[in-house]
């Protein structure tokens, strides 16, 4: 079942129970879809890849709101942005912890040979690709400074 067919399976729940939280995310991520829908070259078609994407960027961008009205004792909105965000990571593939992260990592710092800081944009290449969708971008990025520093 495509993306876009569990949304508006989840919306029609939403409306009939009443449930504005799941509403407001559900809407989130059928304005997005419309939007890369009709973007040019898109063709009206949205591939796997550029669902995950696009459900990561609404993730990130309702944190990066969030942790903002956390530092300036926004409450209510703060409540908002989190309902937000857990409606949109049920979409999203199970997220790896901070160990298996770096246990992937690892692996690939050998398979590309990586010895140094100075590699980091080579292992940052292969594990964008191979995380994607399982791990936050600035996660991957820290854990391979890390890795990479010892």
């Keep these: 079942m495509s993306l876009e067919t569990q949304v508006m399976e989840l919306m029609?729940?939403?409306?009939k129970s009443k449930d504005?939280?799941?509403l407001r995310g559900v809407r989130a991520i059928k304005a997005e879809i419309i939007k890369a829908k009709t973007e040019p070259g898109a063709g009206g078609v949205?591939?796997?890849?550029g669902e995950l994407k696009l459900l990561q960027r609404l993730?990130?961008?309702r944190k990066d709101s969030l942790e903002i009205y956390t530092q300036q004792n926004r409450t209510d909105?703060?409540?908002?942005?989190?309902e937000e965000i857990a409606v949109i990571e049920?979409?999203?593939p199970k997220q790896l912890s901070e160990?298996?992260?770096k246990e992937a990592l690892a692996k690939i710092i050998t398979e590309v040979g990586a010895s140094s800081p100075a590699d980091m944009g080579?292992?940052?290449?292969v594990a964008s690709k191979q995380l994607a969708g399982k791990a936050d971008g600035k996660a991957i990025s820290a854990a391979v400074k890390e890795l990479l520093s010892k």
């Design 20 to 22: 504005e939280a799941t």
């Design 46 to 49: 949205i591939t796997e890849d």
């Design 99 to 101: 160990a298996e992260i």
């Design 90 to 92: 049920k979409f999203l």
């Design 12 to 15: 029609k729940e939403a409306m």
């Design 77 to 82: 909105l703060a409540k908002t942005e989190s």
């Design 59 to 61: 993730v990130k961008q």
């Design 122 to 125: 080579k292992v940052m290449g």
